[in-house]
């Protein structure tokens, strides 16, 4: 009943700046998180950050803490993901996803968007 649809991708710079915006829309929506994830080619699909919905606490991957910021318009139900000193390794293409608690700070991650392309040239 969740749509996603992620915006925002591109070809930039390394070194560039992007942002990522995934909208939702469906009957209800009512996530414990919103997360970013992103899949390179010839790679396994790897998570990059996450929001929780109510408290805005956010987590990141380590390859991209201090660089990316995640946020929340709950208001507009968008989630967004600010990724600034890219790298051409950011390269992928990402993913948002609507979450479920089911561990303490741990989701799972039942509704996907379709992704949109970042690339990052060097």
């Known amino acids: 009943q969740v749509q996603l649809v992620e915006s925002g991708g591109g070809l930039v710079q390394a070194g560039g700046s992007l942002r990522l915006s995934c909208a939702a829309s469906g009957r209800s929506f009512s996530p414990d998180a919103m997360g970013w994830f992103r899949q390179a080619p010839g790679k396994e699909r790897e998570f990059v950050a996450r929001?929780?919905?109510?408290?805005?606490?956010?987590y990141y991957a380590d390859s991209v803490k201090g660089r990316f910021a995640i946020s929340r318009a709950n208001a507009e139900n968008t989630v967004s993901l600010q990724m600034n000193s890219l790298k051409p390794e950011d390269t992928a293409v990402y993913y948002c996803a609507y979450g479920r608690l089911k561990v303490p700070r741990r989701y799972e991650y039942i509704y996907w968007g379709q992704g949109t392309q970042v690339t990052v040239s060097s």
């Open positions: 929001i929780t919905w109510i408290g805005g606490s956010t």
